[in-house]
């Protein structure tokens, strides 16, 4: 089983940056892909982007593309998903999940998920 623990959420202005973190733990083998979504107040959890560990290739939501980057460490088990020029309309839970097999934007698709860590861009 996997386990994973996401950091480094925070208050930021608009225009400003932050570094997401997601530390998988256990079986970690078993997870051939990593993805980051996120979920506002009164909304549905959305995709933000998904890295596959072989490969590295990188799929973004067309809201972050050009703003967010995924990247992952193997040798540490973390995925980072770095995010500039934030908006207000970025602001949310992120979490990060895991999965075997492909890429994919459905969250239902992802078999462990973390914890959440709170993101507020102020205008």
């Known amino acids: 089983q996997v386990q994973l623990a996401e950091s480094g959420g925070g208050l930021v202005q608009a225009g400003g940056s932050l570094t997401l973190s997601c530390t998988a733990s256990?079986?970690?083998?078993?997870?051939?892909?990593m993805g980051w979504f996120r979920q506002a107040p009164g909304k549905e959890r959305e995709f933000v982007a998904v890295?596959?560990?072989?490969?590295?290739?990188?799929i973004y939501a067309d809201s972050v593309r050009g703003r967010f980057t995924i990247s992952g460490d193997n040798a540490k088990n973390t995925v980072y998903l770095q995010m500039n020029a934030l908006k207000p309309e970025d602001t949310a839970v992120y979490y990060c999940?895991?999965?075997?097999?492909?890429?994919?934007?459905?969250?239902?698709?992802?078999?462990?998920w973390g914890q959440g860590t709170q993101v507020t861009v102020s205008s």
């Open positions: 256990g079986r970690t083998f078993s997870s051939s892909v």
């Open positions: 999940a895991a999965r075997t097999g492909s890429g994919s934007y459905h969250s239902t698709d992802y078999h462990t």
């Open positions: 890295i596959m560990w072989s490969g590295g290739n990188t």
